[in-house]
């Protein structure tokens, strides 16, 4: 028969139970690493996309030459990316307000169809992934 200060000694079982406390939140963690290395990856190649298609309306002379240009570049690209598809994607060329010798390519990005929605995880950015790139006009 087992008495009470057997409890003190007996340590059969200490690694389940701290398996069991350690365990969900270890599990949470990686959760939320694969869930913003997924957001992280998205937002890197819409910049790379904004940044690609700017590159390419450098060739525009006027605004609505570089928007054409824009796109285009935007529609013929094959987006290399498994998070990314065309039909969530919004590009926007302007003239840059406090400096009229640049423009700026914009781009939104509707996020809420990636996979990261549905893992439970801490906090998580914003749905909407936005990202710009301005070049200036005519060189130096």
């Known amino acids: 028969m087992a008495r009470v200060s057997d409890f003190n000694r007996a340590e059969g079982g200490a690694a389940a139970v701290e398996f069991a406390l350690v365990a969900p939140l ?5 959760l939320t690493l694969v869930a913003f290395a997924i957001y992280l ?3 890197h190649s819409l910049q790379q996309l904004t940044a690609d298609a700017a590159r390419t309306a450098i060739a525009g002379i006027s605004s609505a030459e570089r928007t054409q240009l ?8 094959t987006i290399n990316d498994a998070f990314l598809t065309k039909d969530k994607l919004t590009v926007t060329v302007a003239t840059d307000p406090t400096n009229a010798n640049q423009f700026t390519v914009s781009a939104s990005y509707d996020a809420s169809n990636l996979p990261i ?3 439970y995880t801490f906090a998580m950015p914003d749905q909407t992934i936005r990202r710009y790139s301005t070049i200036r006009i005519g060189g130096m």
């Not at 270890?26 to 990686?30: D, G, Y």
């Not at 824009?70 to 690209?77: F, G, K, L, M, W």
């Open 117 to 119: 929605w549905n893992l």
């Open 41 to 43: 990856t998205a937002a």
């Open 26 to 30: 270890f599990v949470l963690l990686l």
């Open 70 to 77: 824009v796109q285009d570049y935007v529609n013929r690209s």
